[in-house]
């Protein structure tokens, strides 16, 4: 029970309590402090027309008397389709365990050793988890069973039929993003995708930053792996994998999301030089950090500054050394672009905000079923694209990026991003759906940002954008984003339509093929991160003038 003064929010009141929700001030807009709530309650504030009933904004509901307040899991956990294959290495061997003439795990060890090697498989090391599954057949009174090797280690020993998973997790800034791998044959098993609680409390990484130095370190990295085991659980339970399958998970994430995940102050980042506090590969233990699984949970190397592991992943899923210079754009909160010059990369970040991942925007929601990808047709005859079919729930990043190239090509809008008319855009009159003139700002700042760490790093190797073969543009944006739209709202020039490609999940693709080789695949990782220097845009000569020009529309 928490008890409050007559006319305080219910994001006030909770807030009382020790549970702070949201991060736009109040106003509505984030999404962020969302609770399922019933008792003596006002009317709707109009902003909340679009959400299920039962469902209110905390902070725009003022409780008339005593209410109850039912408080949310990570959003959803939703499963999302990813077509794609590895090419894997992790090779069989047959094992017999003679109870008999075994004595402690050593024993156990070394015979495993053995027995891949009679198969013809060199092995440096058997791991744990393997051991385990040893000592578990054994005491089953099952002698035969199959080991597997990767990249040198013996990752799992089960019975016949069971094969083992690895898992690829890109921690966003926004949602976490989880892939179950088959290790034997490529396939990807099953896709969740699931919010980043961290955001209903800091929206941002340099916001989690200063709560994490200023005392909130444990919240933050609790509210982390709650929305990991969330995403884990529904991930197990949609591939059908069993935990005692999963050998490893591989993350890539920001600097400042690793250092939370393995409770480190991220003291380093919060100052010139901005230097995180592992370069390199880290290695954690998944049960340790309460995830539940009994495999190593391994975050890849960064670049460096706030260029994570995930930028690096992105490169070293898509990188094709016969198509260079290529530069790679992920647009997300934490906006990171790359740019490969083949013996050597650039990389950069940017603050771009949530705005490209639906958040922050009067009607955003993240790409998933019933999210506006796509506004298509002419002023008199618009359509709009929804993820699975059915009535709209609101705008991702996709929908935000079409609906702003339409405007811009049906004369709604100017080049400086002001809407001509109303203060707002209505996809939809009732209930109503709208995109505001403050929701076109957000979107406006988040991809000059970009844009402009892109001219940024083409100045700093001496390139014109013209130069650049190869365009890559990833992030958690949805399923329909245009090329044309992408090169109309200014996020690239016009002449480079044909050199863009759209690899929405260049994050987990790296990840999934780093899993694929193992060891050698960490291996790789890091020596691409020995070729990379990060570009400081703050203290770039003309950083000013060229984040004015990216602000702008081409028409």
Same mark, same amino acid.
């Given at each position: 029970?928490?008890?409050?003064?007559?006319?305080?929010?219910?994001?006030?009141?909770?807030?009382?309590?020790?549970?702070?929700?949201?991060?736009?001030?109040?106003?509505?807009?984030?999404?962020?402090?969302?609770?399922?709530?019933?008792?003596?309650?006002?009317?709707?504030?109009?902003?909340?027309?679009?959400?299920?009933?039962?469902?209110?904004?905390?902070?725009?509901?003022?409780?008339?008397?005593?209410?109850?307040?039912?408080?949310?899991?990570?959003?959803?956990?939703?499963?999302?389709?990813?077509?794609?294959?590895?090419?894997?290495?992790?090779?069989?061997?047959?094992?017999?365990?003679?109870?008999?003439?075994?004595?402690?795990?050593?024993?156990?060890?070394?015979?495993?050793?053995?027995?891949?090697?009679?198969?013809?498989?060199?092995?440096?090391?058997?791991?744990?988890?393997?051991?385990?599954?040893?000592?578990?057949?054994?005491?089953?009174? *099952? #002698?035969?069973?199959? =080991?597997?090797?990767?990249?040198?280690? +013996?990752?799992? &020993?089960? %019975?016949?039929? $069971? !094969?083992? /998973?690895?898992?690829?997790?890109?921690?966003?800034?926004?949602?976490?993003?989880?892939?179950?791998?088959?290790?034997?044959?490529?396939?990807?098993?099953?896709?969740?995708?699931?919010?980043?609680?961290?955001?209903?409390?800091?929206?941002?990484?340099?916001?989690?930053?200063?709560?994490?130095?200023?005392?909130?370190?444990?919240?933050?990295?609790?509210?982390?792996? *709650? #929305?990991?085991?969330? =995403?884990?659980?529904?991930?197990?339970? +949609?591939?059908? &994998?069993? %935990?005692?399958? $999963? !050998?490893? /998970?591989?993350?890539?994430?920001?600097?400042?999301?690793?250092?939370?995940?393995?409770?480190?102050?991220?003291?380093?980042?919060?100052?010139?030089?901005?230097?995180?506090?592992?370069?390199?590969?880290?290695?954690?233990?998944?049960?340790?950090?309460?995830?539940?699984?009994?495999?190593?949970?391994?975050?890849?190397?960064?670049?460096?500054?706030?260029?994570?592991?995930?930028?690096?992943?992105?490169?070293?899923?898509?990188?094709?050394?016969?198509?260079?210079?290529?530069?790679?754009?992920?647009?997300?909160?934490?906006?990171?672009?790359?740019?490969?010059?083949?013996?050597?990369?650039?990389?950069?970040?940017?603050?771009?905000?949530?705005?490209?991942?639906?958040?922050?925007?009067?009607?955003?929601?993240?790409?998933?079923?019933?999210?506006?990808?796509?506004?298509?047709?002419?002023?008199?005859?618009?359509?709009?694209?929804?993820?699975?079919?059915?009535?709209?729930?609101?705008?991702?990043?996709?929908?935000?990026?079409?609906?702003?190239?339409?405007?811009?090509?049906?004369?709604?809008?100017?080049?400086?991003?002001?809407?001509?008319?109303?203060?707002?855009?209505?996809?939809?009159?009732?209930?109503?759906?709208?995109?505001?003139?403050?929701?076109?700002?957000?979107?406006?700042?988040?991809?000059?940002?970009?844009?402009?760490?892109?001219?940024?790093?083409?100045?700093?190797?001496?390139?014109?954008?013209?130069?650049?073969?190869?365009?890559?543009?990833?992030?958690?944006?949805?399923?329909?984003?245009?090329?044309?739209?992408?090169?109309?709202?200014?996020?690239?020039?016009?002449?480079?339509?044909?050199?863009?490609?759209?690899?929405?999940?260049?994050?987990?693709?790296?990840?999934?093929?780093?899993?694929?080789?193992?060891?050698?695949?960490?291996?790789?990782?890091?020596?691409?991160?020995?070729?990379?220097?990060?570009?400081?845009?703050?203290?770039?000569?003309?950083?000013?003038?060229?984040?004015?020009?990216?602000?702008?529309?081409?028409?």
């Amino acid at each position: 029970m928490i008890p409050f003064d007559p006319g305080a929010s219910l994001r006030d009141v909770l807030a009382s309590g020790g549970l702070s929700l949201g991060t736009c001030g109040g106003r509505g807009t984030c999404g962020g402090c969302q609770v399922s709530v019933s008792g003596h309650l006002p009317p709707r504030d109009p902003r909340e027309d679009r959400l299920p009933s039962g469902r209110r904004f905390a902070c725009l509901t003022r409780p008339l008397g005593d209410v109850e307040v039912r408080l949310d899991e990570p959003g959803g956990a939703r499963v999302v389709p990813l077509e794609l294959r590895v090419e894997p290495r992790a090779l069989p061997f047959q094992v017999e365990l003679d109870r008999g003439s075994l004595g402690d795990f050593r024993d156990i060890r070394g015979a495993i050793g053995g027995l891949a090697s009679k198969g013809g498989l060199h092995v440096r090391e058997v791991s744990l988890p393997a051991l385990r599954g040893a000592l578990e057949l054994l005491g089953m009174r *099952r #002698s035969h069973a199959m =080991g597997w090797v990767l990249g040198g280690r +013996v990752v799992l &020993v089960a %019975p016949q039929g $069971v !094969v083992p /998973v690895g898992i690829a997790a890109d921690l966003g800034s926004s949602n976490l993003d989880l892939a179950a791998v088959d290790l034997v044959s490529g396939v990807v098993m099953g896709r969740v995708r699931v919010e980043n609680l961290q955001r209903r409390v800091a929206s941002d990484l340099v916001s989690r930053l200063a709560l994490a130095l200023e005392g909130g370190l444990e919240e933050l990295r609790s509210l982390l792996v *709650r #929305s990991f085991q969330v =995403g884990l659980e529904k991930l197990l339970g +949609v591939s059908g &994998v069993e %935990p005692r399958q $999963v !050998v490893a /998970v591989y993350c890539g994430c920001n600097p400042v999301v690793g250092d939370l995940l393995a409770g480190l102050p991220p003291s380093g980042l919060a100052e010139s030089p901005f230097i995180p506090s592992d370069f390199g590969v880290r290695r954690l233990c998944a049960r340790a950090l309460g995830l539940g699984l009994d495999c190593p949970l391994v975050i890849l190397a960064g670049m460096g500054g706030f260029v994570g592991s995930d930028a690096l992943a992105l490169l070293y899923g898509t990188r094709d050394l016969d198509r260079v210079p290529c530069l790679l754009m992920d647009l997300g909160t934490n906006g990171e672009v790359v740019l490969d010059l083949g013996d050597r990369v650039l990389g950069a970040s940017t603050a771009a905000g949530p705005a490209f991942e639906g958040y922050g925007i009067s009607c955003g929601v993240p790409a998933g079923e019933g999210a506006v990808t796509a506004v298509r047709g002419s002023i008199g005859d618009m359509e709009l694209e929804v993820q699975g079919g059915g009535e709209p729930m609101g705008i991702c990043g996709s929908g935000l990026i079409s609906l702003v190239s339409f405007l811009l090509r049906e004369g709604l809008m100017d080049g400086s991003g002001k809407l001509k008319g109303p203060q707002f855009f209505e996809l939809r009159p009732d209930p109503p759906l709208r995109v505001t003139q403050r929701d076109l700002r957000q979107f406006q700042l988040a991809k000059g940002a970009v844009r402009a760490a892109a001219e940024l790093l083409l100045m700093e190797a001496g390139l014109s954008p013209h130069r650049v073969v190869r365009w890559v543009v990833s992030g958690l944006l949805g399923s329909s984003v245009g090329v044309d739209d992408l090169v109309r709202v200014g996020l690239m020039p016009f002449g480079v339509e044909e050199r863009v490609e759209v690899e929405p999940n260049g994050v987990l693709v790296g990840l999934a093929r780093a899993l694929a080789s193992g060891e050698d695949g960490l291996r790789e990782v890091e020596d691409l991160s020995g070729m990379c220097r990060v570009v400081r845009l703050d203290g770039a000569r003309h950083f000013n003038r060229v984040l004015m020009d990216s602000l702008g529309y081409q028409g």
